[in-house]
């Protein structure tokens, strides 16, 4: 989407190369990617590993908190533009655009809020965590930590990078690459070194058969004139 909020269309793309192609079709993988994980990761590690632990807590009540918003907001506003994701690879320009804008709402503005409350709930709760022997402070430290970094970098690739994919991937009007200097050299220069040899062989060759010739021809008249003395 441009600075006015409207998506790239195949009237307003410029053309690009073979490599700009490829690293737009990265970065659609990469946002899609992120998108999957975002809204699955976060509900799995829930009921597979932390739900029996936390919920066991008398106390620590922000920490049950961080993860209940954690687990449930990703799920819901993430999974739309999970499944949406690989119907952007069929052609159409209708999906396309829609997920755009979906990218735009969803994967800038809601995930922003998102993030930025989830990190810190997490902080609070390390802040205000009581020692358990289930889990110790350091641990949620770790885990605010770990999310921060991630999903900040998410939210970078979503708002700063997506927009190649737009131009370079999806509506991509793609020209072929000019040849390599060195082709153009060869062709410049002309013959090459073998051609050259071969060539002056043949004069040689030449020269050598005229020579012959020559000497056919004055062996010749010297043997008319023996027989005319």
Known sequence: MDERGTPHTRDNTEPVSDAQFTEGMIISIAVGTFYTINAFLPVLVWHRYRKAEINA?????????????????????????????????????????????????????????????VTLAFFLAALTYSETTVVTGGFIWLEALLYAVLEASSWYVSIWEYPKAHRQFYYSLRVEEPEDD????????????????????????????GEDDLDGEDAGDGGLDFIEF
């Open 182 to 209: 060195e082709d153009q050299n060869e062709q410049q220069e002309g013959p090459s070194e073998d051609s050259a040899l071969e060539q002056i062989d043949s004069v040689f060759e030449d020269e050598s058969a």
């Open 57 to 117: 807590m008398t106390g620590n009540k922000m920490y049950k908190f961080a993860w209940q918003i954690l687990y449930s907001l990703h799920f819901l506003a993430f999974l739309p533009m999970a499944l949406l994701w690989p119907l952007t690879y069929l052609g159409s320009a209708v999906i396309v655009d829609f997920y755009d804008s979906a990218n735009w709402y969803v994967g800038s503005l809601a995930a922003g809020v998102i993030f930025g409350n």
